[in-house]
């Protein structure tokens, strides 16, 4: 690692993907902004016979890897932990963890949806918490796990990055831009729904308070700190804790009237508005409202994502067929266009499992023809998640009465050139794509501000935008073929 000033430090940012996860190591200033990574791993859930787990203390022995092999490469200022959304584990009264928590792909939420809204209909439930309907939000899952033995020992619930740092601290708290995506949240107020919470049935002091991105998260234990050999003392930082939250705080918009994409197994799709949004017609578009770095709210829609792609390739890979990405990536510019396109936020690819096989009986159900051929998928892939970006994009500006200039495609697909060209072709709207690290970006950036380093959002993304490489795409072609692309599939 490159030599610190005495005006920049140096973070870790623990980043954990639905996939995989990471240690990364930060160098930030007024203007300096270089990562590194410094350890690496797959995060592999387990399937056990009562359902679809996470591995947390897997997880949770890479992070502490990770932490080492951070320390090892000089002086860490502090730690921040972000994680995907909605899943949680439980403590009992001692604090120890009530079993490995669930996947929010497990099939125990079939149904649960429907017991929640018996009590609160979904125009109450959105009016408070302005949550896109997902049959995994944390509320839904809460329905499916009250019918099990451990409900009863249950005293304290923390989503996944609060319970990684109550094990690094011993501190318990909610961090809130993950804590707004449980739909126990009231986002208007800011703050836990007491009323919804009280409605469904639940203890409130199961919910923990609530902590601000920056806030002080607590001190590495001793046995943390002899295992990873950072500094007694090393303070944990609560950051932006949905990684999607820290990934649109690096996102380098220097201009208004900009959208996002933060795309990877997840496309988060949408804009920052200061205020929710919280009209009947937000809620049968079924968008969301999620908090973001300072009281922003992040109004976007879920959309399945590489996810897709990235199933396809497991099944390849499974018969010994993935001939690679690059190779998929050129034999899918060749493949015929608009061939056959498909919803991606159809329930049937929700599920780990042989998504091609899937793809073909989706698109024989509407009436099309099926790929035929790995490049021929991807292209599927790619042209569709384009038709969704436009899709969301423009329902989200037209619902929030905002005009948009430029979409800003960060995360792990902005290296995808098809996609973020597509993307820039669908919109008719220029698109600037990167950094690939946004999350890892916007967690070290939160830390670095809380230590005085850097200035306000706008300061962190124009920082983001001096130090960070990014490309940029104009619209191509005939946009009259997307056109046509988008009524195929209203039409289905």
Not at 125 to 143: D, I, K, M, S, W
Not at 258 to 268: D, Q, R
Not at 466 to 480: A, I, M, N
């Amino acid at each position: 690692m490159s030599v610190t000033s005495r005006s920049d430090a140096a973070f870790a940012a623990v980043d954990l993907g639905a996939t995989s996860g990471r240690v990364i190591t930060g160098l930030a200033g007024p203007d300096r902004l270089e990562l590194s990574e410094a350890h690496r791993f797959a995060n592999m859930p387990v399937r056990l016979p009562d359902g679809l787990r996470w591995d947390v203390l897997a997880l949770y022995r890479e992070m502490l890897e990770g932490l080492r092999a951070a320390a090892r490469s000089g002086p860490i200022t502090s730690v921040g932990i972000d994680t995907w959304a909605v899943d949680y584990g439980l403590l009992d009264a001692d604090g120890a963890l009530l079993g490995l928590p669930f996947h929010y792909r497990d099939s125990r939420n079939a149904g649960a949806a429907e017991q929640v809204l018996a009590v609160c209909g979904a125009q109450e439930l959105y009016a408070v918490n302005g949550l896109q309907h997902l049959p995994f939000n944390t509320v839904f899952q809460l329905a499916a796990h009250r019918a099990g033995a451990q409900w009863g020992a249950a005293r304290t619930l923390l989503l996944m990055p609060d319970l990684l740092t109550h094990w690094l601290t011993g501190v318990v708290g909610t961090e809130i831009t993950n804590a707004s995506t449980t739909g126990l949240f009231d986002a208007s107020a800011g703050c836990w729904s007491d009323a919804l919470i009280g409605r469904l049935g639940l203890e409130r002091s199961m919910f923990p308070p609530l902590r601000e991105p920056g806030d002080p998260a607590g001190t590495l234990l001793p046995h943390v700190v002899e295992f990873t050999g950072l500094p007694a003392g090393t303070p944990v930082t609560a950051v932006a804790s949905h990684d999607t939250a820290s990934a649109v705080a690096a996102v380098p918009a220097t201009e208004p009237g900009f959208a996002y994409v933060s795309c990877g197994t997840w496309s988060l799709a949408g804009l920052e508005l200061q205020a929710p949004v919280l009209t009947q017609e937000s809620r049968a578009a079924n968008f969301t409202n999620e908090r973001g770095v300072d009281g922003t709210i992040r109004y976007l829609r879920n959309i399945m994502g590489m996810w897709l792609l990235e199933e396809c390739r497991r099944t390849w890979d499974r018969r010994g067929e993935d001939p690679g990405l690059p190779a998929l990536l050129a034999e899918a510019a060749r493949a015929r266009p608009f061939a056959a396109v498909i919803d991606p936020d159809d329930e049937v690819f929700l599920a780990p499992g042989d998504m091609p096989s899937r793809i073909d009986t989706h698109l024989v159900g509407i009436g099309q023809v099926p790929p035929g051929s790995p490049g021929g998928y991807v292209r599927c892939v790619l042209e569709s998640l384009a038709l969704a970006h436009r899709r969301t994009l423009r329902e989200a500006a037209g619902l929030a009465g905002r005009e948009l200039t430029r979409i800003h495609l960060v995360g792990g697909g902005s290296r995808n050139e098809l996609l973020c060209q597509w993307t820039a072709d669908a919109t008719g709207l220029p698109v600037t794509a990167g950094p690939a690290e946004a999350t890892a970006l916007g967690n070290i950036l939160v830390q670095a501000r809380a230590r005085g380093l850097v200035g306000d959002l706008a300061d962190m993304r124009q920082l983001v935008a001096r130090t960070q490489e990014l490309r940029h795409y104009t619209p191509q072609g005939d946009q009259r073929a997307w056109d046509r692309a988008a009524a195929r599939l209203e039409q289905a």
